[in-house]
């Protein structure tokens, strides 16, 4: 190493100790703006409380949907689907998968709550095969054209006569 190098290595050790002198570092602290405020951290909701247990006893209750349901000879005819609700979750209807043999010549039919007894024997539904004859298939996301009692009018014209109303 030459004599020009001697200096500038002495001269760098110097440097650095001057950087890292206290003073020096203070004095950069001194100076350094402060880090912005973090925001005060959004309080928590409360957590919830656990949902209570309601207990139902064995036999009280089954459930609807995919269920048999028999006609007015006590037969298998159809079976449950969907419940239909207002906008107030009352049922309004079921949609049944009806007739057919093996998935052969099904319909998906739409039915007026009230055509329908629940108990402990099953569902019943009031309606006959001619009865279901004319009520167009259920599609999901259109309208529905639910299969209804007859009205009084029907119910009461002598048979082999048509209802007044005709």
């Not at 949902?51 to 006893?57: D, V």
């Not at 996301?141 to 009461?156: D, M």
Request: glycine share 10%; net charge negative.
């Amino acid at each position: 190493m030459g004599p020009q190098h001697c200096f500038k290595l002495p001269a760098l050790a110097l440097t650095g100790l001057v950087l890292l002198s206290p003073s020096v570092v203070l004095a950069a602290a001194e100076e350094a703006p402060a880090p912005p405020a973090a925001p005060p951290a959004a309080e928590a909701p409360p957590p919830l409380p656990p949902a209570s247990g309601r207990k139902l006893e064995k036999g009280t209750f089954f459930r609807l949907l995919g269920q048999d349901v028999k006609g007015p000879s006590d037969m298998v005819v159809a079976q449950l689907v969907n419940v239909l609700v207002d906008a107030q979750a009352q049922p309004v209807g079921a949609v049944l998968d009806y007739g057919g043999f093996l998935g052969v010549g099904k319909r998906r039919l739409a039915v007026a709550w009230e055509v329908l007894s629940i108990g402990p024997s099953g569902i019943k539904l009031s309606l006959g095969r001619e009865q279901l004859r004319s009520i167009p298939d259920f599609k999901d996301g259109e309208g529905a054209v639910l299969a209804a009692p007859p009205a009084p009018a029907e119910a009461e014209a002598p048979a082999g006569e048509p209802p007044a109303d005709q």
